[in-house]
């Protein structure tokens, strides 16, 4: 199995400021198709899953321009360029790379300080 | 706009079957383009994968393999919905069930999710 590791598990971030979540995979995340198919999801507090970004940098319909993704093979980043209050929760990567089995990440817990 | 409408009891007894349905609006359980899956979450084991059902000319299933031999996921072309059946629970199995649409290998509709408790 693909193994996903996010770093760090827990963020406190000040409103306004900058975040960055990593996540790593345990191997490449290139498709012989040619696609990365690394996404990012948010859960926020008594909510299901919602993703934000698709084919590691594409941004879903709704989502906000401060959310951003990079990376390549197996480093990617999640960006918010300037936290609000609506952004606390956890966030997740998930690899798609592998047919059988997709995995997550085990989440990075956002919080304001 | 694709929703995903979960049902099925909240409490389950030990060595009962879990049974959960997932009504499908603004797609097709039989479309040729996505999968049908469903995810569990829970504090011990995080956001796992269960399983998927799909159509390409003729019905597949995939299941994780940590339930394989107690696992069914069934898709319903009348009432357009899937369900999850999940065989001889534990405490182990409580957990927050969600039904999740794969398109594009990743998952972009996901269904309000289901607290299951397994519990006599």
């Known amino acids: 199995d693909v193994v996903m590791t996010q770093s760090p598990l827990s963020l406190p971030v000040t409103l306004g400021q900058p975040a960055s979540i990593s996540c790593r995979s345990s191997?490449?995340?290139?498709?012989?198709?040619?696609?990365?198919?690394l996404s990012w999801f948010q859960q926020r507090p008594g909510q299901s899953p919602r993703r934000l970004i698709y084919m590691v940098s594409n941004r879903d319909s709704g989502v906000p321009d401060r959310f951003s993704g990079s990376g390549s093979g197996t480093d990617f980043t999640l960006k918010i360029s300037r936290v609000e209050a609506e952004d606390v929760g956890v966030y997740y990567c998930?690899?798609?790379?592998?047919?059988?089995?997709?995995?997550f990440g085990q989440g990075t817990k956002l919080e304001i300080k | 706009q694709v929703q995903l409408q979960q049902s099925g009891p909240g409490l389950v007894k030990p060595s009962q079957t879990l049974s959960l349905t997932c009504a499908i609006s603004?797609?097709?359980?039989?479309?040729?383009?996505?999968?049908w899956n469903w995810i569990r979450q829970s504090p011990s084991r995080g956001l796992e994968w269960l399983g998927r059902t799909y159509y390409r000319s003729k019905w597949y299933n995939d299941y994780a393999v940590s339930v394989k031999s107690r696992i069914n996921i069934n898709p319903d072309t009348s009432k357009n919905q899937f369900s999850l059946q999940l065989n001889s629970v534990t405490p182990e199995d409580t957990a927050v069930y969600y039904c999740?649409?794969?398109?594009?290998?990743?998952?972009?509709?996901w269904g309000q999710g289901t607290l299951v408790t397994v519990s006599s």
């Open positions: 191997q490449s995340l290139v498709h012989s198709d040619g696609n990365t198919y």
């Open positions: 998930l690899q798609g790379t592998n047919w059988l089995m997709y995995t």
């Open positions: 603004g797609d097709s359980v039989s479309s040729n383009t996505v999968a």
């Open positions: 999740v649409r794969e398109w594009v290998r990743s998952y972009d509709y």
